[in-house]
Structure formats: structure tokens, C-alpha cells
């Protein structure tokens, strides 16, 4: 390896720099203090735990992302976090057990085995929020709400949400009672969003005219709000369960629109998180990005591996991601101290860096000068007294 080699990062692994680490903390700040006002509580999961606690419940689709280890004391294997929604639920289910309601947040970096230049690499810093113990409408609609509150604090004008429910296509292939191959193929087809493989596979495996119909409409069903009106027409005799979802998506786009100025889109063959998701599912995108910048959904009984099934509803964003949509706060600059050992000195730097201002000190020797380090005053001594001065051009070059 030669010297220039050492400084290489493995493929999706990137460091933060100034500027952007200090967007980013500003943001991180912004929105937990957002979700503080909401009633969410913080929480601080481990960056690795025991894989057959990190991979159970809303876990078992990580397990290719899960870069492994060996626990030296006890030879178990553990896992480096690469999605913290399962490590809260076991939170909730697990450590705090309280009764009613729970509402948590967190923000932390996760660790991913294959990098994915849409998901922030192999190294995302997660920032997100879940809502367990309530299975009712309004939980979904405060989780996307709230969701769509943190792209606004992130800088994001203009906001795209695409909306869609797993329980429609659940039901739809329980009615249909295909094979796990059957369904496997099915499944494929919808999510490579294929109407001629579709059509092959709803004619090779659905003997029920009513049925192979429904489930050729949800390849078709995606589009603005007239598409719910479309779904209940080319679903008319379904099972109950997808008439339920339709009333949910419904009272959702209600919802949203009563409280933010988005675009809606309705996909119903939208499959994302099939392991897992088991009620309605959203995305909120951003002109300018050509992937989700949050995404969620309702996920119920994933404290049942844990010992406690719970409701529970949530998103997740990437924290590196949201910092590029915010715009770079306007800077303060700083102030210059000379390199003095004066009592007098020290106290005027104390006195102002209580106040919170930015001083850098310079060291005996230094060649750079307060315009190197961002400094717009200086400290001088005037009338016995240590003052903050502007630097003009000339001094600052001095």
C-alpha cells in the first residue's frame, strides 16, 4: 500500500467536512427539538447488538445489510446496526414497557454491508421517529404528518408524497390462495412494475375471473387522487380488508392536504417493505432528487418477537441527505485574539465565548491570520479595556 493509498475510505464510507458537518448538526438539533415539541422522546439504541436481537421481528430483511461480528466474551455473533426502526421497537417492547401510547425519536449513524448511492451509502446518519401502542388512523396520519414537518424544518419547498397500503394486495392473494411460489412470481412482477410478466402470471395462477381482474387493476392503479375512485370501481366484491385500506388511504389524503401544500400519488402496487409493512406506506420526495427522502409506514406486532406485540407506525430519514436541502446559515465569523498571556485577555475571550461567540486564539508563531480562520473582528486594547473590533481588509491581512 503506498502512502497515497492510506488515505483511501472503503466504497460508501464518505466523511462529513466543514461546512456540511455544521449543516448537519444544525439540522440534527432542529429536528429532535422538533420532535421533542411533538411529545417524542429521544432514544440512543447501541451501534451493535446480538444478531438474534438485531435480526428478529421488522429485523429479518436486514440480514445482507448486516455487516457481522464475533463477541470476544462470549463468542456470540453480533451485528453492526444497519436499521435503527428494529432496535427502537425492541425498545419499546422490551426495556421501557409502558402502557398507552409511545412516541420515540432518535438519530444515529447505521452501518450497511452493500452501499446504496440513494440510501446514503453504507453509512447514513438516521434520524426518525416512531409512534407504538395506538393502531388507530390518527397515529398514521400524525407519523406522516410529522414526517413532512421535518423536510420543511430541512429547507424542502416543494414536496411530493406517494401514498399506498400493503393490506390490498395481502388480501387480494389470500383470496386468491396462491402457492409461495405462485405468490413469488406475482410479487415479482408487480415490483419490477411489468404488465405483460404480470398478466403471464395472473393468468397461470388465478383461476378466479373476479380475482385475476383485481389483481391486473393494481399494475394500473397509480396516479393522483381520481385513482381512489378508480380502485373501489375495478374492486367492487373484494374482501373487505381492501375496501378498509381504501377508506384509510382516503381519510389520509384528507388529512394531508388539510394541513400541508403537497402533490399527492397514489400507488397501490407499491410493495416496498412487504416483510414487514402491514398497513399504509408513504414517501415524501423532493424535486432535484431522484429517491425518497423519507419514507415510512404502519408496522404492526413487531414487538411480538420480543415478548410484546404492539401497533406501531414510523419514518426514517437520512440525516447526511436532508443537510443538502438546507441552505448554508448565514455566518457570524468570529473574533481574532492575539497571542498574549494577559489576564485581561482571557477574561474578554471567557466573557465572549459565554455570550457565544465564535474566538480563536492564535498561537505564538502562527503564520495564518483571522482571515484564514473565518475572523471578521479582532480583539483590541482600547482605553485599558479588550474590544471587539471589525477587521478591515488591511488588518486582516496583517
Keep these: 500500500m503506498t502512502i497515497a493509498d492510506r488515505w483511501l475510505l472503503p466504497d460508501g464510507m464518505d466523511e462529513v467536512l466543514p461546512p456540511q458537518a455544521s449543516r448537519m448538526e444544525e439540522l440534527r438539533r432542529a429536528l429532535l427539538d422538533l420532535y421533542h415539541c411533538w411529545g417524542y422522546d429521544q432514544v440512543m439504541p447501541p451501534p451493535v447488538e446480538f444478531l438474534d436481537s438485531l435480526l428478529t421481528g421488522t429485523g429479518t430483511d436486514l440480514d445482507l445489510q448486516t455487516f457481522k461480528l464475533t463477541d470476544q466474551l462470549t463468542g456470540r455473533m453480533m451485528g453492526a446496526s444497519a436499521d435503527v426502526t428494529p432496535q427502537v421497537a425492541r425498545i419499546d417492547a422490551h426495556s421501557l414497557k409502558r402502557h398507552g401510547p409511545v412516541r420515540l425519536c432518535y438519530c444515529t449513524n447505521v452501518l450497511r454491508a452493500k452501499s ?159 416483510q414487514y409493512h402491514t398497513g399504509m406506506m408513504f414517501a415524501a420526495y423532493v424535486p432535484g432528487y431522484g429517491h425518497a427522502l423519507a419514507k415510512g409506514g404502519r408496522y404492526d406486532d413487531t414487538g411480538r418477537a420480543f415478548g410484546r406485540a404492539r401497533p406501531a407506525t414510523g419514518f426514517s430519514m437520512d440525516l447526511k441527505q436532508l443537510a443538502s436541502l438546507a441552505k448554508a446559515s448565514p455566518s457570524r465569523g468570529g473574533i481574532w485574539s492575539p497571542a498574549k498571556q494577559d489576564e485581561s485577555l482571557n477574561a474578554a475571550v471567557v466573557a465572549l465565548r459565554k455570550q457565544g461567540e465564535r474566538v480563536i486564539q492564535a498561537l505564538p508563531g502562527q503564520r495564518t491570520g483571522p482571515a484564514e480562520h473565518d475572523c471578521d473582528r479582532c480583539l483590541e486594547l482600547i482605553d485599558g479595556r479588550w474590544q471587539p473590533t471589525t477587521l478591515t481588509q488591511e488588518t486582516s491581512a496583517s
Excluded: T
Excluded at 140 to 167: P, T, W
Excluded at 193 to 214: E, I, R
Excluded at 229 to 246: D, I, K, N, T
Design 116 to 274: 446504496d448511492q440513494h440510501q446514503g451509502g453504507r453509512s447514513p446518519v438516521q434520524v426518525g421517529a416512531e409512534l407504538f401502542g395506538h393502531a388507530g388512523l390518527e397515529a398514521d396520519s400524525e407519523i406522516i404528518h410529522l414526517a413532512l414537518a421535518s423536510l420543511r424544518a430541512a429547507g424542502a419547498q416543494e414536496l411530493h408524497l406517494a401514498l399506498g397500503h400493503i393490506g390490498i394486495y395481502r388480501s387480494l392473494v389470500e383470496a386468491a390462495a396462491l402457492s409461495d411460489e405462485q405468490e413469488s412470481a406475482l410479487f415479482e412482477a408487480l415490483a419490477l412494475k411489468s404488465p405483460n410478466q404480470l398478466a403471464q402470471q395472473v393468468q397461470a395462477s388465478v383461476s378466479d375471473p373476479a380475482l385475476a381482474d383485481m389483481l391486473l387493476a393494481l399494475g394500473e392503479l397509480h396516479g393522483g387522487a381520481d385513482i381512489l375512485r378508480q380502485a373501489r370501481e375495478r374492486f367492487a366484491g373484494a374482501p373487505e380488508p381492501v375496501m378498509a385500506a381504501l377508506d384509510q388511504l382516503d381519510a389520509l389524503y384528507e388529512s394531508v392536504l388539510a394541513r400541508f401544500d403537497v402533490s399527492l400519488y397514489f400507488d397501490l402496487a407499491e410493495l416496498r417493505g412487504y
